[in-house]
């Protein structure tokens, strides 16, 4: 079950981010300043929407700047520019400081160490977020770690402390739930069990950002996506309008044995983005109607062996959206100084 | 739950595990020996002190056994502070922190009262032990203003200590350098300083060989109000009607007041503005 579906775009908007700047401080020595710094990565001039009960998905590669805006929103760094906006309940809140007790926040790494439980560990969290001891234990048996709540946290696997920095980031009750990487060490089960845990939140009007580099772990999951490169917004919005904003929807892929007819391709009604062929089989990408072609393969007594449509893939999406090849892409991930990219348009009311 | 009994609580949690951890037990029988250890010492009845010197009252004895507050309890206090962010930072800890709506002001309260009293109850056992064994040795027991002097001052070259130490830490990004600073400090105002004093003395044309020189007595007491051990040594040295070195009484407590208002001033700021 869904809270709202992707193209309920009238939900709510519960955060505004409106030109909102925030450039890491890098430092740049001179002679008689060894202090000086300049202003280095982060994120530049974005402007998003997060509505209630949505799943946004946070997507980009190393460096775009994910975890920069998550901190933003989670009100641990500071707007250097623009303006953030929260509306929760009856309030209106104008600075970032005073989201806090909205937003639950779960750091991308969090290495839960020393001779404190599962359980003390998140009372000292609770007790700062003035959360009552109950909520604490409801939300170890809600992570699954029940078993293991007097375990000093030393004991626990990669997994389980991945599973109790969800329950940290759950403690308040937040409206807005900002998730960095959370699918990094869980296993499949887990995985799968935190997808629905997200699925569930959002159903009763949390709004959710996932960051992710895999785009694989928001397929299914995720209402809207936000592709982010370099600090920039490149384009927001529900995942198949992006698609087809960057034309990258509507794609298919077949692969059979034998040979595949070229004439048979020429006369079809499709258009072919990639046909490869060799003496064990083919393996075709095609835009158009995938049926009228299979239903001509099928009539020519061509072999399918598979088809289905072509799966996100982040690397295509940021070569569409940048205008870039995959080579300058990843080498421009590091580039400290910020310039306008090669350009999708962003439509924020969506 | 307050603001306050929420600050004091997670005070009392940091105080709790840092009373547990083996650092503060590898570091027991560096107080027991440097606090009551001296005192036991300086309170031996056939003690002759250079100059010929023999210790009198109780708080001169015990005025002698601070060094092993200056030498060992502020190193300790250093010790358990100076990783007091930084390992948070490392561990990712403290990114969940600071996403926590509790004011950082307050986070940064609890973490000076908190890592405090990790220092201060074991070392104010040992300074009672200290006065008792002055007492039992002698027969000569300090007044209860004297004692009082005694802890407090103890206290605040602790507090002091705690943080610089954990000023060092909110800079520090791996622990490495937050020990460097800290122990830095300590070295500059424990050993160094004695150096400094020296080189502006000479500067000054003041006589630096001569120990009883008042010109030189008079420098040496002004510059020890800009330094933690200094401001200490003077606190102490109130209860002391034969020590004077033109300092009066009220400069001393107001030299204290800076030494702690200004670095945890400066402290709720760096958290204020702190990154993960």
Known sequence: MRGFGPSNTMAKVVLTLDQVQHRHQQPAPRWFKPWASRPGPGVVHLSLDLHEGAILGLVGPNGAGKTTLLRVMAGILPVQQGTVKGRFQSETLHHVEDLRPWVGHMPEQVRWQ?????????????????VPMKRVLSLVKLVGLSDRGDEPLNNLSQGMRQRLSIAAALLGSPKVLLLDEPFNGLDPVAARAFSDLVKRLASKGVSVVISSHMVGHLNGLIDRVALLHQGQLLDEGPLKEVELRLGLAGRYRAAGSGILPE?????????????????????????????TLVQKLMANRVS??????????????????????????????????????????????? | MSDGARMWRMARRIR?????????????????????????????????????????????????AS????????????????????????????????????????????????????????????????????????GLWTTAVESAVYIVATG???LWYVLFALLASTAAREQG???????????????????FTTMVAYASGVAVGEANDPAWIALEGRLDLLSPNGVYHHLLETQLPTVDRGIPAWQVWLAALGWTVLPWWWLRQRMNNLVP
């Open chain 1, 114 to 130: 020393g001779h404190r439980s599962v359980v003390e560990a998140l009372t000292e969290l609770a007790d700062m977020r003035n």
């Open chain 1, 263 to 291: 004439d048979l391709l020429r006369s079809s009604e499709v258009e072919v983005l990639e046909h490869r062929s060799d003496g064990a089989g083919w393996e075709l990408t095609f835009r158009g109607l995938a049926s």
């Open chain 1, 304 to 350: 399918i062996e598979r088809w289905g449509p072509v799966e996100p893939d982040l690397v295509e999406w940021l070569c569409a959206a940048t205008g870039m090849e995959v080579d300058d892409i990843s080498l421009d991930v590091q580039a400290p100084t910020m310039v306008p990219l090669a350009g999708v348009e962003v439509s924020e009311d969506e």
């Open chain 2, 16 to 64: 709790n595990e840092r009373l547990m951890s083996v650092r503060l037990k590898i570091m027991a029988p560096i107080l027991l020996l440097f606090i009551p250890g001296m005192a036991w010492g300086f309170a031996d009845p056939n003690i002759l002190l250079p100059g010929g010197h023999r210790p009198d009252t109780a708080m001169e004895i015990l005025f002698y």
């Open chain 2, 67 to 138: 060094l092993g507050v200056v030498f060992g309890a502020t190193m300790c206090a250093v010790l358990l502070a100076f990783d007091g962010v930084s390992k948070d930072r490392a561990s990712g800890m403290l990114e969940l922190r600071l996403a926590q709506p509790m004011p950082r002001t307050q986070q940064a309260d609890a973490l000076v009262l908190g890592f405090l009293q990790a220092i201060v109850l074991p070392v104010v056992v040992l300074m009672v032990l200290s006065i008792g064994l002055v007492g039992w040795r002698t």
């Open chain 2, 156 to 158: 605040l070259i602790l």
């Open chain 2, 177 to 195: 350098t937050a020990v460097a600073f800290g122990v830095g400090v300590w070295f500059l105002f424990t050993f160094l300083w004695a150096l």
